[in-house]
């Protein structure tokens, strides 16, 4: 029992709450009044503690029912849902933000608790959720709870709520104990949820209040709340269940989501942009082979307007053993589909779809079901952007139209709903309903379409609208006015939220039934006066059974309509639509679906607009900017706002036009008109520049500055705003425009003109306006504008390329915002893309469906100009297409007839038409069937455009679109009209030929790449049928889809390799509009041009060359390798067989070089042209190389050869000590074997001391060569063709000479006629100078040479005598003497230093010193064999360091150099090297930053020595940072390492018996050998390590893998600690400093005048120039 007390403080409460709550209520006129008893009841209650708790109760509602009964307002039923009472919405400012948080799931349970006495059928199907909650005014238990009079009442009692206009404003929830503890004792309102941060419950307005911010949870099981502790324990003691607790989101909405591959994208999380870059998947047509590849195709599909995505329900089927796959599981009902897609679409996606969806006539998510948040959602945002138009009866004569949103427009709404057990197709009904007599459409899904009998999953609740507009006849138009036809799927009793939604703003409600619950009569009766919107749609057949139910309802008897089962879909579709035309006559409040929110919002309806704070914030902002707009005249607004793009602007662009062509000079001298010009042009921008930012404009750029969600909402909503406002304003306008011409002179007719453009107004006029702040302020404020736009360029919005209205490029601004998009995404290769055709031919139309954008079509706007939008190319095409963005550029059409009287008609199209072509790499030329006649023009325009590009050496992708061309036949019918086309073609081109003074064009495809078969394409009219109700033709969407793929197709064919990144796009599209400017497009930057192309092959040229080397210098390290590990006796026969397969390889290489330059002129590039001329230098250049290579590998493998014999006579003598080494240390084994006492360690090295001194007492060193007659040998070689042998003979010791510096002399300078030259002085100059350069590269030889520590040869001598001749091939006065003793000097000098290098070797291989560093090896091994020890480790560490280790060092030496080449070539860096002009650039440009006189100098006297100096110091630097050779070192180290383990593991599979002791030494021979060709083993080390080997095979592998991964360690470590990179670099076989050299060097030769370097490819080439010589 409770006590007395508790129930009077219930009472109590309950007492203030209400009167509180009536106290509320009476500031709203005349609520007071009609709440008054109830007020008063509340009063007369009793409060005394034994105050009797069913009376007073009683006393309350009695009260209410007396005030209800008098009450002269009308009863008015609103039976609203659980779902929707249960959880009331909680408004911001002007209720624009929900932050409703539903805690119930869907699927709660409604009835009331078995317990319950009340034999109503009410309560009869509410069996449990009355629980013990009693009410309020009566001992029966509790049906709902009402949180505005914390009190909770019983079925009959909570009735007044339903029904008083008062009570229908509280907020009801199910029945709940503790209320109080449960409610807000600030807001009234449930705490439903969970504030972690606090650790509190709250509600919905103290989170949007007071915890802002804070991490918010729904009330569930993980917080142990104390008032839900009481609440349980309350109910245990009473014997009630526990209450359920509210789940987050529905499993099976996850389970599908997971099942369709979404799951990642929700909620909202799927984004538009992400589905427009080009992929394979775009462009190609590949079938779906899972389920999951559904949702993305479909989208696809449908952002393509192709009505067949609908079909893409199921995976293609696979035949399993002949019998096609049929299971559920691999299908998916089409509204489950697009629900999911609209769950986990973010908002501009869902608003694309919805536009896409509309035009195909689609229906469009109304309402979506519960979802995670258990709220359903209003789609109002997904609507703004669905514009439509149609022409209602009583317009039809005046053929005027009507064109509005949808959210917008007062369209009466109709609504259709069903009962449980309805067996009729209600969709497909209203599909008949809404067909026109011209074709049937499917506008509802329903179970006859392919999917539509999958069951549904998440769809049920879902509530879909499709709009039914006239279109002016009356034969063909279903309704005479628009009409919205909404449909629920589901019943009414499982989404009562929708339903009452509908019921509250519907103009009538159909409801289709077979039969009806009581819970359904009861549903429909508590609709009260709003049971006049309904139309009961019902089965004739159960009729009989529906009689008492129909009854009850009290409906007008032309309000029940009996479907008869002879009818068909066609009759029963009749009877719905006499029926809604009767209802469209008595309807006279019609709302649109903008003002719907605020009823969705009262119902605990979600509306999608208001989620987001982004939104509400960017809403707020745009309509600021836009007051400005609907108090003045569009064009008054842009003079006051947008002053920059104005006048200013159209004055400086027309001098600077002016500026360039000079025409209006009159009789002026052409310097001072220049002048004149000038100083306008100056004191317009200094007037530009001073005018103030307006306030319009900051609040724009404010708005951009934001994130990128709230800046992406707020262009939508401005460009929304700025069309409607448009749209309105130029109905006017056009109608002005249409009227008769009589009485209207050119001028008014120029004027009305000129007014379509001043009125024009898009989010391009802000960003225009933008640009020209940022052009005309170069401030700290402005610097962050080319940011902005380059971050929207990227989302995919549009942005301006050329000023339409001044004719105008805006250089900085563009070139700031581009190289701003280049900086962001680094690799930016382009694929140009545009289209050109007569305006209102579905240019842009085409681009959207294509690729899904979103340029402007059909806005009621005149914007002039062009507008390129970047895509993204997926990284798996970039290859292929071999760009990294496709750059779309869009225009105005050409031919425009309001723009046909205007001035400057003419030459804006010819400029806009030569400027697209330009910089486009494939042209679109889009004809439409009815507009040949304009066409013509546009194809003259064309043909000069293409003719001016054919000059520049440009030859673009060329491709023609007929549209409205419907025949299934076309493409083979109309092939005479396409040789016509083509004929017009080459005459238009032919004349125009004349006209440019061509004469080697004589055809269209002269100029471009066009193939009659391949580039013509024929698309169908966009639209099926007769608009407003005709949906896009999917003949059209399949078409451009095709034309899409054969687009692309042709792109990778063609092979444009001319694609340039965002610099080159840049330049060349600022010259070839200073060339539009000049109307000279040949003589303006042909130079350039050809310098470009010209450098572009030698970049080419470069990267083959080195191709070329690589391959050699590889080849010939394997083949150095194979040498050194060949025995003498066979070394000269592999030398030959090496040499065979070198020759035939340069020719293979050579051949491959000649390929790629044939294949490099058949390229359809843009300049390959204008480098013709240089064709048969560049073959030369191969022919030099080709030679050049020969000597190389001839002089290495001769090399190779002699090294292998000296080092393998040195290894014979070490050999002979070794051999009597080893019988001496066996013989000392086997004597102290036999001993009888056992011998120490001490011991044995005693007598190991004793042996070592007596046989090593005698071992001699080796003999050392003559290195001064060797070199003095090849000295005489070489002059021996002069006359100097007299003077040879004379020197002594060649090492003696060149010991000072070289000195020019008298008897060095050719006399000229027996006088000496009266220029001595300038002529010693120039040869010290040669001489000092000679003798500098010659040092740079020889210590080559000498860091190698190999041994020396004779050819060392040869080639460095060659190298002095290559320096004495310059035309100089020096004669005999001076180029005898420069020889004599150098070869002194060479002596010297291969003499060092001689005696290094023999140290290094010294027999004594040999056997010394083998000492402790042998003396480990006798004490091992001695003592008998186990010596597989010991023996794998000594092969490893003594062995292995100089093998991978060396390996690693020889293929370094290659590495590094190759690395800095594909470097940041690598663009210094890419050719010979850009590697001067970047020397200059470091000679101006350092400013040191003495390096001018240097460049200037000695440019060779200078470029390997500064190549030398760049590629060091490059070394030491950031670890570059330390990390090349461990990767060429890792790579051999992994080849020595793999031939571990394949030489032990070969041994036969592992164990064997003998087997391990044949591993060691085995594997030795399988290595012959990768690295060479010093042999003498490795008959040190078999010596007295002992162990076993299997041990040892063991233990020499171990050791290669401790080595691996070791130079990983050595590798980190070497601090000297020269050091380093001087050991390399190939120097990377001098292969980097050779690749920029060139011929060598300089300006007589200024000495500038040659920068001509090649070597061989004839003529030697200079991009800019020095003055």
């Not at 609440?231 to 389970?255: C, I, N």
């Not at 590849?293 to 696979?318: D, G, H, I, Q, W």
């Amino acid at each position: 029992m409770t006590a007395p007390g508790e129930h009077q403080d219930d009472i109590t409460t309950a007492k203030e709450k209400i009167s509180e709550k009536v106290e509320n209520a009476s500031t709203q006129g005349n609520l007071q009044r009609q709440f008054g008893n109830g007020e008063t009841a509340l009063k007369s209650i009793p409060t005394g503690s034994h105050c009797d708790t069913q009376s007073a109760n009683e006393s309350v509602m009695s009260s209410f029912h007396d005030e209800r009964r008098g009450s002269p307002v009308p009863s008015v039923m609103s039976m609203k849902s659980d779902q929707s009472m249960n959880h009331p919405n909680a408004f911001v400012g002007e209720c624009t933000i929900s932050l409703r948080v539903q805690l119930e799931r869907p699927d709660s349970p409604r009835s009331l608790s078995s317990e319950c006495t009340d034999d109503s059928p009410f309560c009869r199907d509410r069996p449990r959720l009355c629980g013990g909650v009693p009410c309020s005014v009566c001992p029966k238990k509790a049906f709902k709870s009402c949180l505005t009079c914390i009190a909770s009442f019983c079925e009959n009692h909570v009735k007044q709520h339903y029904t008083a206009p008062v009570l229908q404003r509280h907020k009801l929830v199910e029945a709940m104990a503790d209320l109080e503890q449960n409610i807000c004792q600030q807001h009234h309102r449930e705490l439903e949820l969970f504030c972690k941060t606090d650790s509190t419950p709250v509600c919905v307005l103290c989170v949007a209040r007071e915890h802002s911010g804070h991490k918010i949870t729904e009330r569930g099981e993980n917080e142990s709340l104390q008032s839900d502790k009481t609440q349980v324990q309350s109910q245990r003691e009473q014997g009630d269940p526990p209450a359920v607790q509210p789940q987050h989101k529905t499993d099976h909405l996850m389970s599908f989501l997971g099942k369709l591959g979404l799951l990642e994208f929700y909620p909202n999380k799927l984004t538009l942009r992400s589905l427009l870059e080009v992929s394979h998947a775009t462009i190609s047509d590949k079938k779906v082979e899972t389920l999951k590849e559904v949702p993305l195709a479909f989208l696809r599909k449908l952002l393509m307007v192709n009505s067949k995505c609908r079909n893409l329900t199921s995976a293609y089927p696979k035949l399993q053993n002949n019998v096609d796959s049929d299971e559920d599981d691999e299908k998916c009902n089409p509204l489950d589909l697009v629900t999911a897609l609209y769950f986990c679409a973010d908002s501009f996606l869902q608003q694309e779809m919805s536009i896409k969806m509309s035009m195909c006539q689609f229906s469009v998510p109304f309402l979506l079901p519960l979802s995670g948040d258990n709220q359903c959602t209003l789609m109002v945002w997904a609507l703004r952007n669905i514009y439509k138009e149609w022409c209602p009866h009583h317009l039809m004569h005046t053929k005027s139209y009507l064109e509005d949103s949808v959210v917008h427009a007062q369209i009466p709404l109709l609504s259709f709903v069903r009962l449980k057990g309805c067996k009729l197709s209600k969709s497909q009904l209203l599909n008949y309903v809404l067909s026109n007599p011209e074709q049937h459409i499917s506008f509802f899904t329903h179970r006859d379409i392919k999917g539509g009998s999958v069951p549904k999953k998440i769809s049920n609740g879902l509530v879909e609208i499709a709009w039914c507009l006239p279109c002016g006849q009356s034969n063909i138009d279903v309704f005479p006015e628009p009409v919205a036809i909404a449909n629920m799927r589901g019943d009414i009793i499982s989404n009562e939220t929708q339903f009452s939604f509908l019921m509250k703003v519907s103009t009538a409600v159909f409801v289709f039934l077979d039969t009806m619950t009581q819970e359904e009569e009861k549903l429909l009766d508590f609709q009260g006066l709003l049971k006049s919107k309904l139309f009961l749609v019902v089965n004739s057949k159960m009729e009989r059974h529906l009689v008492k139910s129909i009854d009850a309802l009290k409906l007008q008897e032309n309000h029940i309509l009996r479907r008869k089962p002879q009818l068909n879909m066609e009759e029963s579709s009749s009877l719905i639509i006499s029926t809604i035309n009767m209802s469209l006559k008595e309807c006279k409040n019609i709302h649109t679906s903008e003002e719907l929110s605020e009823t969705a919002l009262s119902l605990g309806i979600s509306v999608d607009e208001c989620k987001s704070k982004n939104s509400a914030s960017a809403k707020i902002a745009a309509d600021d900017i836009m007051k400005g707009v609907r108090v003045h005249q569009i064009s008054d607004y842009k003079k006051k706002q947008m002053p920059l793009q104005g006048e200013y602007l159209k004055k400086i662009s027309q001098i600077e036009i002016e500026e360039c062509r000079l025409k209006k000079a009159g009789e002026l001298s052409l310097e001072k008109y220049k002048d004149q010009l000038h100083e306008r042009k100056r004191v317009l921008r200094e007037q530009q520049a001073n005018v103030k930012t307006s306030e319009a404009m900051e609040q724009f750029i404010q708005a951009l500055s934001t994130d990128k969600e709230q800046r992406a909402f707020f262009l939508k909503w401005m460009a929304l705003n700025i069309d409607r406002k448009s749209r309105n304003h130029f109905t006017e306008l056009r109608r002005k425009f249409k009227e008769p011409f009589h009485g209207k002179d050119s001028n008014s007719i120029i004027e009305l003109d000129q007014q379509l453009l001043n009125n024009s107004l898009g989010i391009e006029h802000y960003m225009r306006e933008m640009g020209q702040i940022y052009e005309s302020r170069q401030s700290d404020d402005t610097r962050h504008l080319p940011v902005i736009a380059a971050e929207l360029l990227l989302d995919a919005y549009p942005l301006e390329l050329l000023d339409g209205d001044a004719s105008n490029i805006p250089e900085k601004w563009v070139t700031d915002v581009l190289l701003e998009v280049d900086r962001k995404v680094g690799s930016t290769r382009l694929l140009v893309v545009s289209v050109l055709g007569v305006q209102s031919t579905g240019k842009s139309t085409l681009l959207n469906t294509m690729f899904g954008v979103q340029f402007p079509v059909s806005s009621g706007r005149c914007t002039r100009g062009a507008y390129m939008l970047f895509l993204s190319v997926e990284q798996e095409l970039r290859e292929e297409l071999k760009c990294d963005f496709v750059l779309l550029i869009d225009t105005e059409g050409l031919k425009a007839p309001e723009l046909a009287m205007l001035e400057d008609s003419d030459e804006h199209d010819n400029q806009l038409a030569t400027l697209l072509i330009g910089l486009s790499d494939v042209t679109i030329i889009n004809i439409a069937m009815e507009n040949l006649t304009e066409m013509k023009d546009v194809l003259q325009i064309a043909v000069h455009a293409f003719l001016r590009m054919k000059k520049l050496g440009k030859k673009p992708v060329c491709h023609f679109v007929h549209q409205n061309v419907s025949s299934v036949s076309a493409y083979s019918k109309l092939r005479a009209q396409r040789e016509k086309l083509l004929e017009q073609l080459n005459k238009i081109t032919k004349i125009a030929a004349d006209m440019e003074k061509h004469s080697d064009v004589k055809e269209f495809t002269d100029m471009l790449h066009y193939d009659l078969e391949k580039n013509s394409w024929y698309i169908p009219g966009l639209w099926n049928g007769t608009p407003p109700m005709a949906p896009v033709n999917s003949g059209y969407s399949e078409a451009v889809h095709m034309f899409k793929e054969g687009l692309f197709e042709s792109v990778k064919s063609t092979n444009l390799e001319h694609m340039t990144e965002i610099p080159h796009f840049l330049n060349w599209m600022s010259s070839l509009w200073k060339a539009v400017k000049y109307e000279n497009f040949i003589f303006s930057f042909r130079n350039s041009l050809v310098a470009h192309a010209y450098d572009s092959l030698c970049k080419e040229f470069s990267g083959w060359e080195w191709s070329f080397r690589k391959s050699i210098y590889s080849w010939l390290n394997n083949a150095e390798t194979q040498i050194s590990n060949t025995d003498t006796s066979r070394v000269e026969s592999l030398s030959g067989d090496l040499q065979s397969d070198a020759f035939k390889m340069i020719e293979d290489q050579t051949a491959k070089m000649n390929k790629n330059l044939k294949e490099y002129y058949k390229r359809k590039d843009i300049h390959v042209n204008l480098v013709e001329r240089y064709r048969a230098e560049f073959e030369i250049d191969i022919k030099t190389l080709h030679q050049e290579i020969t000597k190389i590998v001839e002089n290495k493998l001769q090399s190779a050869v002699c090294l292998q014999m000296d080092i393998e006579r040195v290894e014979n003598i070490q050999k002979q000590h070794t051999d009597v080494i080893e019988r001496q240390v066996v013989e000392l084994l086997t004597n102290c074997k036999k001993l009888n006492t056992k011998l120490s360690d001490s011991d044995l090295e005693k007598e190991f001391e004793k042996m070592w001194s007596e046989v090593t007492r005698d071992v001699s060193s080796l003999k050392e060569k003559d290195i001064s007659s060797c070199v003095m040998k090849k000295l005489r070689a070489n002059l021996a063709h002069r006359s100097v042998q007299e003077e040879l003979s004379k020197i002594g010791d060649l090492t003696r000479c060149g010991l000072e510096d070289f000195k020019v002399k008298s008897a060095h300078i050719t006399e000229w006629k027996g006088v000496l030259n009266v220029f001595t002085r300038s002529i010693e100059t120039d040869l010290q100078n040669i001489a000092n350069n000679i003798i500098q590269s010659g040092e740079r030889f020889i210590e080559g040479l000498v860091s190698t520590h190999m041994d020396y040869q004779e050819i060392f001598s040869k080639e460095l005598l060659e190298k002095i001749d290559t320096g004495l091939k310059t035309e100089i006065n020096g004669n005999t003497t001076f180029e005898t003793d420069l020889k004599v000097h150098m070869c002194g000098i060479g002596a010297r230093r291969f003499l060092e290098m001689h005696r290094h070797f023999l140290s290094d291989k010294d027999p004594r010193k040999h056997l010394d560093r083998s000492k402790n090896q042998y003396l480990s091994d006798f004490i091992d064999s001695y003592r008998q020890r186990d010596q597989c480790l010991r023996k794998a560490q000594d092969f490893t360091q003594l062995c292995i280790k100089p093998a991978v060092i060396e390996y690693i030496n020889r293929s370094l150099g290659i590495e590094i080449v190759d690395e800095i070539l594909s470097s940041k860096h690598s663009s210094q090297y890419s050719s010979r002009s850009y590697f001067q650039y970047t020397v200059l440009k470091e000679l101006l930053e350092k400013n040191v006189f003495e390096n001018f100098m240097r460049y200037i006297e000695n440019y060779e020595n200078f470029v390997k100096d500064w190549i030398h110091n760049q590629v060091v630097e490059w070394l030491s940072k950031d670890m570059g050779l330390v990390k090349l070192e461990c990767h060429i180290l890792k790579t051999i390492i992994q080849k020595i383990k793999e031939k571990i593991e394949i030489v032990q599979a070969e041994v036969n018996d592992p164990n064997d002791t003998e087997k391990a030494t044949m591993f060691v021979e085995n594997f030795c050998c399988a290595l012959s060709e990768e690295i060479t083993f010093p042999m003498n080390k490795v008959r040190g390590v078999l010596f007295q080997m002992s162990c076993r095979c299997t041990p040892f592998v063991e233990s020499l893998v171990q050791s290669l991964d401790n080595l691996s360690k070791q130079l990983d470590k050595e590798f980190a600690k070497s601090s000297s990179t020269e050091d380093t670099l001087k050991v390399l076989t190939v120097k990377p400093q001098n292969e980097i050299f050779k690749r920029v060097f060139g011929c060598g030769e300089q300006c007589p005048f200024c000495k500038i370097p040659c920068e001509a490819g090649g070597r061989a080439h004839t003529q030697h120039h200079a991009t800019v010589h020095r003055v």
